[in-house]
């Protein structure tokens, strides 16, 4: 059974980002994921956008993204999200991020990315 474009979504943040779940990464990202940015769009290999994950963990020692609004399109692909991430790195510091990404899900694995970018902070 193919899982929802919003159950896909949802358990790549909460439970593969937020769990340390790297299998679980591998199993719902495509084959190829591409990122768009303002201006830019970079194509990540399934193994490159699993160790995004990986680094970000080996410099942190808690992460957690708190999923603020999940928003499911009608056409079954696409997932928007607010979030926020309160981060404790390796060396103490505190901080969070906030921001908004809206995903395409096709078969049960994330293939593209649109992020205009995340703030230090909390949404307020």
Avoid at 4 to 17: D, G, K
Avoid at 66 to 71: A, G
Wanted: charged residues 25%.
């Amino acid at each position: 059974m193919t899982r929802s474009a919003r159950e896909v979504v949802e358990l790549y943040n909460l439970v593969a980002w937020n769990q340390k779940d790297f299998a679980l990464a591998e199993e719902l990202l495509g084959e190829t994921v591409i990122r768009h940015e303002v201006g830019r769009a970079d194509t990540l290999t399934r193994a490159q956008a699993v160790q995004r994950l990986v680094d970000m963990w080996a410099i942190a020692e808690r992460l957690r993204f708190d999923l603020k609004l999940v928003i499911a399109g009608d056409d079954g692909e696409h997932v928007a999200i607010v979030y926020e991430s309160p981060i404790r790195l390796k060396d103490g510091t505190d901080t969070s991020v906030a921001g908004m990404e809206i995903f395409r899900v096709v078969d049960g694995r994330i293939v593209e990315v649109w992020n205009c970018g995340y703030g230090q902070g909390v949404w307020v």
